[in-house]
Nanobody
C-alpha cells in the first residue's frame, strides 16, 4: 500500500486549496491528519470505506470537504476559507486493518502514512 500526497502550498487567508492522495491497495478507511509547529498531530477528516461515513474535526466543519474518486483511487480534501490556524503539514493516512475506527465522531487506527504536504496560510 502506498500513499502519494499533493496539492499543498502557500495561500492567503480566505483562500482555498485542494489536497490529493493517491492510494493503492485495499483499506477500510482513509483520511487526512495535520500537525502544526509545536502541536500534536490531529485528525482533520476521514472516510469510512465500508459505509461512506465521514468525520470532520470541529475546527474544519463547514470549510473542508473530503471526497473520493474510486476510479482514480484518489481521495481529496477541499479546503475553503483557510486561516493561519490551518497552517500545518497535512498527512494522508489509511487503515488497512479491521480495527481502524472511522465514524462521524472519531477517526483513528491508521497504519499507513504518507510523507505529508505543507500548507501555509499567510498574507
Amino acid at each position: 500500500v502506498q500513499l502519494v500526497e499533493s496539492g499543498g502550498g502557500l495561500v492567503q487567508p480566505g483562500g482555498s486549496l485542494r489536497l490529493s492522495c493517491a492510494a493503492s491497495g485495499d483499506y477500510y478507511a482513509i483520511g487526512w491528519f495535520r500537525q502544526a509547529p509545536g502541536k500534536e498531530r490531529e485528525g482533520v477528516s476521514c472516510i469510512n470505506n465500508r459505509d461512506g461515513t465521514t468525520f470532520y474535526a470541529d475546527s474544519v466543519k463547514g470549510r473542508f470537504t473530503i471526497s473520493r474518486d474510486n476510479a482514480k483511487n484518489t481521495v481529496y480534501l477541499q479546503m475553503n476559507s483557510l486561516t493561519p490556524l490551518d497552517t500545518a503539514v497535512y498527512y494522508c493516512a489509511l487503515g488497512s486493518r479491521a480495527f481502524v475506527v472511522a465514524t462521524s465522531t472519531h477517526c483513528y487506527g491508521m497504519d499507513t502514512w504518507g510523507k505529508g504536504t505543507l500548507v501555509t496560510v499567510s498574507s
